[in-house]
């Protein structure tokens, strides 16, 4: 069975810091993808950013990247100068061949004025 | 953002009534999906389709059937609602099996 876990269930960061969330992933495939979505207090899930397992290059959108780290099946999310409105839950999220996605539990990440 | 709607937004139930949430997509996307959000559990998979008449168990299926007889349309159905399906429900939809892109979520509460 595909496993993600997310071992922070909280974080918090000051206002123009850089904040990192983790997430492991248990899989036998060699072919997956990752994302991360956010989770605002409005409740609409988000996507941030994705990864595919085959690219070894690491995905960045804007102040978002990711480590991503397949023989160790880590998947980080850094986030660079923090901001209020990414004061929200973070989910780290699997998907393979079998087209089910497998979510973490989440992390509550509360970013300090 | 992905035009996706559920129905109804809130909903209070009484335990042993059927109940019926809809997912509208006008993106006419193939895939869609239902999950729960729970605390502690994250988002879980209850059924997903990937056409029209075509569909598939998830990680917690038990309790919940699904129908789709139009590309746009989802619909979740407890046949006899109980207190464990309480829960925030979230339909999502996928024009390729892999990103995907949320509605707003139905809060539904068991009584």
């Known amino acids: 069975a595909q496993t993600v876990t997310q071992s922070q269930p909280e974080m918090s960061v000051q206002e123009a810091e850089t904040v990192t969330l983790s997430c492991t992933y248990d899989?036998?495939?060699?072919?997956?993808?990752l994302f991360w979505y956010k989770q605002p207090p409005s409740r609409q899930m988000i996507l941030v950013i994705r990864q595919e397992a085959y690219k070894q290059q690491n995905a960045t959108e804007n102040r978002f990247s990711v480590n991503f780290q397949k023989a160790a099946k880590s998947f980080s999310l850094k986030i660079s100068d923090s901001q209020l409105g990414d004061t929200a839950m973070y989910f780290c999220?699997?998907?393979?061949?079998?087209?089910?996605?497998?979510f973490g539990t989440g992390t509550s990440l509360t970013v300090i004025p | 953002d992905a035009g996706i709607t559920q129905s109804p937004r809130h909903k209070v139930t009484e335990t042993g009534t059927p109940v019926t949430l809809r997912c509208h997509q006008t993106e006419n996307h193939r895939y869609m999906y239902w999950y729960r959000q729970d605390p502690g559990h994250g988002l879980r998979l209850i059924h997903y389709?990937?056409?029209?008449?075509?569909?598939d168990k998830g990680e917690v299926s038990d309790g919940y059937s699904v129908s789709r007889s139009k590309t746009e349309d989802f619909l979740l159905t407890l046949e006899s609602a109980t207190s464990s399906q309480t829960s925030v429900y979230f339909c999502a939809i996928s024009a390729t099996g892999v990103e995907q892109y949320f509605g707003p979520g139905t809060r539904l509460t068991v009584t």
């Open positions: 999220a699997f998907i393979d061949t079998g087209n089910q996605f497998y």
């Open positions: 899989t036998s495939e060699s072919n997956y993808y």
């Open positions: 389709s990937y056409g029209v008449k075509d569909t």
